[in-house]
């Protein structure tokens, strides 16, 4: 038989035939699409969290401004630890957040912006576990796990 004339056979064939060109080739650009669409989910958790969280925080900042106008000009001593402070009126537990959402506080959205700009690497490992199952890759899927399991108890230990 000449190379004209080989049987094509199915990706990951029955042990024993030897892959033709074709399908060595046909088996990469399998591979190669996969991996563009990986490539592209990722890419799309990405962006679509940082806009959202820079969207967010920036309505946040208006309501905080049309509030509170005066905090608009900086003038006098600003200090971190007046605004970090438990005492302030921006949210510092999901309770005190929940509660400042459904007042409608500026610093409740301004807060809520942060949570999700922190979210989005996490989104983005929880991407990495899907698309490594979707690759049929299961040491690297237990991997990217643990790495998720990690992350998201860092949040809860602090």
Known sequence: MTESE???IAVGGHSGQVPT???????????????????????YVLRIGVVASVITVLIGMVMVFRHHPGYASITG???YHTV?????SFP???????????????????????????????????VGVLSFIYEK???MTIVTLFV??????????G
């Open 6 to 8: 080989e049987m094509p």
């Open 21 to 43: 060109g074709r399908d060595r080739v046909h088996h990469r650009d399998v591979d190669e699409e996969k991996l563009r669409k990986v490539e592209t989910a990722i890419s």
């Open 77 to 79: 001593k600003v200090s």
């Open 84 to 88: 970090a402070d438990s005492t302030t």
């Open 92 to 126: 510092h537990t999901i309770g005190q957040l929940g509660t400042a959402l459904s007042q409608g506080t500026g610093e409740g959205v301004i807060v809520l912006g942060l949570i999700i700009l922190l979210a989005t690497p996490v989104m983005r490992v929880a």
């Open 137 to 139: 890759d299961p040491p």
């Open 148 to 157: 998720l399991a990690v992350l998201i108890a860092s949040f809860f230990l």
